[in-house]
């Protein structure tokens, strides 16, 4: 039996474009741990100019951005970073906040939208000089957040939160605010703003090239000239130090360029699959419409025999009956759709640059014949 796969997992499966496999072989390349490579020296440039920052500084992935900015802003001992709780620093970067950087997490719970209480974090730092606690020195927002299903932080809460933090006796020293800004462009686009509007009141941004923007590897962290020197010099104790890199920021370069101004079709083409799951008024899978703001979507399981994990194996296998039925592509090959679930209530599709039109139909085929399914067997 043949098979067309739409492969939703995750924008870190997108392939890079061809412009970026020509520029790659053609990117004019140095060693960079010299400082003489001219073209990642010119991503870095143009991202932090971009970001409205002084610097930047090339890192192999998102990962060691924000652990980079984790130990720049959190140089003291003993010091603290106030995070969400669903963050990807906190569950999804290996505690490396605490066993690398030797910094303490604390977390405040995220709300629906992606945001945390402003109250809470204002009782959360640390204002006594008192020898038995930790310091508090950073604060992290993701934008857009991952877990909370591709939110965009509102530029209203962004304001109050820098006005909170530096609000005068709030903290015992000065708190830097950090942005997780994987995929920052995707609220850009979302709010028809630039990046640099979002991120004007943060110290540094990690931003991710190699999720919806298609390159193959790396991010860039942007902040101060005296910043990035020191994330320069502790990038090197992580391994980071990469030679002929500018082999892997050309494509970086164009994703800039030429991935950037599309990705508002990644959100179009996420709202129509929201929108055909919503219209099937499935009592055991359903999608709030009004939460998908970009390029992922959360499709909520509501039957408690239905676990998440086998909901996405589900979609993944193609059963003879579907054939008859006609869930194929234009060459009668059965759907394989890839789907990411863990232990969450909630399966995720993301969407991408190679993510067609063609492609959202078969995915829409599929969920519709899959739910129609489950909802009959649960009738």
């Not at 959100?267 to 009592?283: C, G, N, Q, W, Y």
Request: glycine fraction near 8%; charged fraction near 25%; charge should be neutral.
């Amino acid at each position: 039996m043949s098979t067309t796969v739409v492969d939703l997992r995750s924008d870190t499966v997108s392939l890079p474009t061809p412009e970026m496999r020509t520029r790659m072989a053609q990117a004019v390349v140095g060693d960079d741990v010299y400082g003489e490579d001219p073209t990642v020296k010119e991503l870095e440039t143009r991202t932090a100019a971009i970001f409205g920052k002084e610097a930047g500084l090339f890192v192999p992935s998102g990962t060691m951005g924000n652990l980079l900015a984790i130990m720049v802003h959190c140089h003291r001992r003993g010091a603290e970073a106030i995070v969400g709780d669903l963050s990807h620093i906190f569950l999804y970067e290996q505690g490396g906040a605490s066993h690398l950087a030797g910094v303490q997490l604390a977390t405040i719970r995220n709300q629906p939208d992606g945001t945390f209480s402003l109250a809470e974090l204002r009782h959360k730092i640390r204002n006594y000089k008192d020898c038995h606690e930790p310091v508090t020195a950073m604060v992290a927002v993701e934008n857009t957040h991952n877990i909370c299903g591709g939110k965009v932080i509102p530029l209203s809460y962004l304001d109050e939160l820098a006005s909170l933090v530096r609000e005068p006796g709030v903290g015992i020293s000065r708190i830097a605010l950090h942005m997780d800004g994987a995929r920052i462009f995707n609220a850009a686009a979302a709010l028809g703003v630039g990046v640099e509007r979002i991120t004007r009141d943060f110290d540094s941004v990690s931003v991710c090239l190699s999720k919806g923007l298609s390159a193959p590897v790396g991010s860039v962290l942007v902040g101060s000239k005296a910043f990035i020197a020191e994330a320069h010099r502790l990038r090197k104790a992580l391994g980071g130090g990469m030679r002929q890199a500018g082999i892997l920021a050309a494509a970086g370069l164009v994703a800039l360029e030429q991935v950037v101004p599309l990705l508002g079709k990644d959100h179009e083409r996420t709202k129509r699959i929201a929108e055909a799951v919503d219209k099937l008024r499935s009592p055991n899978i359903v999608v709030d419409l009004s939460s998908v703001h970009s390029n992922i979507l959360l499709l909520e399981v509501k039957q408690p025999k239905l676990k998440t994990d086998k909901f996405a194996e589900r979609l993944a296998i193609v059963e003879p009956e579907e054939i008859a039925a006609g869930v194929t592509d234009k060459e009668g090959a059965g759907i394989v759709l890839k789907a990411s679930a863990r232990d969450w209530a909630f399966m995720r599709l993301v969407l991408y640059h190679q993510v067609n039109d063609e492609q959202v139909e078969l995915a829409i085929k599929k969920l519709t014949y899959v739910i129609k399914q489950y909802d009959a067997s649960w009738a």
